[in-house]
């Protein structure tokens, strides 16, 4: 809500500035969004009247003014707006005017014809939204005054207010507020007294309260002979300073008080009601034209005010469009009653229809404020319409009760706080919040303070106005053991950083899916009670929700994807929950600026982001899985922890995606523990190694694994690192003869002791290739 620094400043001595009055407000924890200034302070701004208009005799859409500025002559303006009259008052810009947006005014000619200044609107002057025409000024403004006697400059705060302070959202209750934290006094004088108020009638004929758990008080206050119109410039720049359009009048009044006071009051065309008023439960599918100009059906939720033959406002949230108060009204019924928060919160919700009525009723008003609001708007109307008060208010049901008594022991505000406050002190504060004391040691709760509901909020209220600032700091730290959550989650924060830097994404899929994303029944955990179709069951594989992202992303012409997750998957038929990483890769790959080349991914790509995890004794064997052409059961230890492969292209099809798909997925906590080993170091060695190369052609049943197992069972001591270096397969005998298989490796040698011979070297090379030929029918190739 905005609210504006001198309207505050009627109610309560602020603080000296603008920045400590923020500071105070901060530091009781009500939140300030925004300071802004607003006000027409402008120099050569006048206000000026219209004398004469006629059209510009070479434009269509401009006239030319006449306008008295007060100084004895008449000036010649040429205005582009449409919204006057002659003898309305308006801001005249002299010619050396500056205004908002750095526009200067100068003497000028406009299509032929000489402008001595420039008739403003609302915008120009930075005090409203509104550029559709000239900002007409009250009648009674004085003709040649500063525009800014009119519209005085002024701060505006933005505050934000918690939906438990319903109470603050006024400029009464915040300098109420304001004057509990500072110790000043608060000013009432514009608040009627109990004594003041008319007398009550509960006129059952007139009013009645069909729905008294929704609506437990009603009032109606009948004005005559009003005069609905313009409403005078001080109220107007009010209302607009925070936020509010003018429409009139008698809207205005209302709007005025609810900013002033809280409660908010509605404005009935009492010549429109027929009958009595009867505040019910809507009819199911009953229609309601709302001030906005839109029709609403209603529910037997919603809460009504009615007359005998409709709905004329949807109680707590906005009025009628067929009782709105028009420039025709004479006669003004006044609402003024206490809803049901919840009530109001729901029917504004349902019907997406938020009003500044609603946004406070939903918070809860003070109860004791409903009459005296609404005696003050009947003032306030009597002043500027002239209207004529009734001599009591209708009412219906009863107030409800002011809330109970809460007690307060000071050893727990002190036990609570970690500082001894002196009881004087604390009665004090509490006082300084409305709060009385009775002799049982209760504090008795004022109406307006509906979140106070337990001892610690008056313990909260005591250190806002004591200041959280002044309780000493305690240094509260622990050493906390590493724990296996720990361990993890920096294991999965690395992990995450190391597939980043390969140039994956990592993607976050609903744990939840949809029927059709497994084949069989027994393959998922199903929900008893799922939102939707799309949410029906736990997952038991990543790979599904990795898909359908890569499958969004083809079709929105991505060229390469390359995605992981980490996360949650649930065994069946229990829903065994396990950490898991899953992989997709497909597109196109290999081009920078040093190699200009693409290609598509590979398997090779896949295996290479695999043991970039540096997963120790990691393995690749050969497996099935009924969606991959091309699948690797991943090892550890002996131990599968995973899979990967190449889905096929009927799966890739149904994706959209050309060219193949390739998938994995790794149990997180087998590599997690594998990573935990200790990491073992050596220094640089200090003798050569020597390199020798071995080619062959082998079977091609005869796997690389099982070329290295027969070397490794040589146990030769002098063998440093085997490396494979080239493959290709070949037919032998022509087209129809048998294929085989050509490796070659690269075999380095070294001792940590001395310097190898070549004989050395040359023995150990042809033990391992008599051992290949023996147990692999290896075919050296010379």
């Not at 303006?77 to 008052?89: H, M, P, W």
């Not at 009867?278 to 037997?300: N, P, Q, S």
């Not at 038929?573 to 950490?579: N, V």
Request: aromatic letters at 6%; one cysteine or more; glycine letters at 8%.
């Amino acid at each position: 809500m905005k609210f504006s620094v001198n309207w505050l400043r009627e109610f309560v001595e602020l603080p000296a500035s603008v920045e400590q009055l923020a500071d105070l407000l901060t530091m009781a924890g009500i939140e300030i969004e925004g300071i802004e200034s607003c006000g027409a302070n402008f120099d050569q701004v006048i206000v000026a009247q219209i004398q004469q208009s006629r059209q510009h005799p070479n434009a269509d859409r401009l006239s030319i003014c006449v306008v008295d500025d007060g100084s004895g002559r008449t000036r010649q303006i040429v205005c582009g707006a449409k919204n006057y009259e002659v003898g309305d008052k308006v801001p005249l810009a002299l010619p050396g005017a500056e205004l908002s947006g750095g526009l200067r005014i100068r003497e000028s000619k406009l299509r032929g014809v000489d402008s001595q200044g420039m008739l403003c609107s609302a915008k120009e002057l930075g005090i409203a939204e509104d550029a559709t025409g000239l900002l007409i000024l009250s009648p009674e403004a004085r003709i040649g005054a500063p525009i800014g006697e009119i519209f005085p400059t002024d701060i505006i705060f933005d505050v934000e207010i918690t939906p438990n302070r319903g109470d603050l959202l006024s400029h009464f209750g915040l300098a109420r507020e304001i004057a509990a934290l500072t110790g000043k006094q608060i000013v009432t004088a514009t608040v009627p007294k109990a004594e003041a108020l008319p007398p009550q009638t509960k006129a059952g004929n007139r009013v009645t309260i069909s729905a008294l758990r929704e609506c437990p008080f009603y009032s109606a206050h009948r004005m005559e002979n009003v005069r609905v119109g313009r409403s005078p410039d001080w109220l107007r720049a009010r209302i607009e300073a925070a936020g509010i359009r003018s429409i009139n009048n008698v809207v205005d009044i209302s709007n005025y008080v609810m900013l002033e006071l809280g409660q908010p009051t509605h404005a009935f065309d009492a010549d429109k009601i027929r009958g009595g008023i009867d505040v019910r439960l809507a009819r199911d599918g009953e229609k309601f034209l709302a001030l906005d100009g839109k029709t609403y059906t209603l529910t037997t939720r919603d809460l009504v005010i009615a007359d005998q033959e409709r709905v004329v406002g949807i109680g707590g949230v906005m009025g009628g469009e067929e009782s709105g108060v028009t420039e025709a009204t004479r006669n003004v019924l006044l609402e003024s009653a206490y809803f049901l928060p919840a009530s109001i919160r729901r029917t504004a919700r349902t019907l997406n229809l938020p009003s500044d009525a609603s946004y406070r009723f939903e918070r809860g008003v003070d109860r004791q404020m409903i009459l005296p609001a609404s005696q003050r708007t009947a003032e306030l109307m009597r002043q500027i319409t002239g209207g004529t008060p009734g001599d009591s208010i209708d009412v219906a049901g009863e107030l409800p009760p002011n809330p109970l008594k809460i007690s307060l022991r000071y050893e727990r505000c002190d036990e609570l706080l970690g500082r001894r406050i002196e009881s004087k002190t604390v009665d004090a504060i509490l006082n300084s919040f409305g709060l009385q004391k009775n002799g049982d040691g209760g504090w008795r709760i004022p109406s307006y303070r509906r979140d106070l509901q337990g001892e610690v909020d008056l313990i909260e209220e005591v250190i806002r106005v004591y200041g959280i600032d002044k309780i000493p700091s305690a240094d509260r730290s622990r050493f906390t053991p590493l724990s296996e959550a720990d361990r993890i989650y920096d294991f999965e924060t690395k992990l995450r950083r190391d597939l980043i830097a390969l140039g994956l994404n990592e993607a976050r899929t609903s744990s939840l899916i949809a029927r059709d994303q497994t084949n069989e029944p027994h393959e998922r955990i199903e929900l008893r009670n799922p939102l939707s179709e799309d949410h029906v069951a736990l997952r038991v594989s990543l790979i599904p929700g990795l898909l359908a992202a890569l499958a969004r992303n083809v079709r929105a012409g991505a060229e390469r994807i390359a995605l992981f997750e980490l996360g949650n998957i649930f065994s069946p038929p229990k829903g065994d929950e396990r950490r898991s990483l899953g992989i997709v890769l497909w597109g196109t790959t290999g081009a920078n600026w040093r190699n200009y080349k693409k290609r598509r991914v590979d398997f090779f790509d896949l295996k290479g982001v695999i043991e970039s995890l540096r997963v120790p004794e990691l393995k690749f064997r050969r497996g099935e899985r009924p969606s991959l052409v091309l699948t690797a059961e991943i090892l550890f230890a002996k131990k599968r922890i995973g899979f990967c492969g190449q889905l096929s292209n009927t799966e890739a099809a149904m994706l959209d995606a050309n060219g193949a798909v390739l998938v994995a997925e790794i149990d997180l906590l087998e590599i997690a523990q594998s990573r935990q080993r200790p990491k073992l170091f050596s220094g640089l060695e200090r003798y050569p190694a020597v390199r020798r190369d071995i080619a062959m052609f082998v079977a091609p049943n005869v796997t690389h694994a099982e070329i290295l197992r027969v070397i490794d069972s040589a146990n030769e001591p002098l063998l440093e690192r085997v490396e494979l270096f080239d493959l290709f397969t070949e037919k032998v005998g022509g087209n129809a003869g048998e294929d085989r298989k050509s490796l070659a490796y690269s075999l380095t040698y070294r001792d940590k002791n001395r310097t190898l011979t070549n004989e050395e070297v040359s023995t150990v090379h042809a033990r391992i290739r008599d051992r290949l030929q023996r147990e692999v029918r290896a075919e050296l190739r010379e």
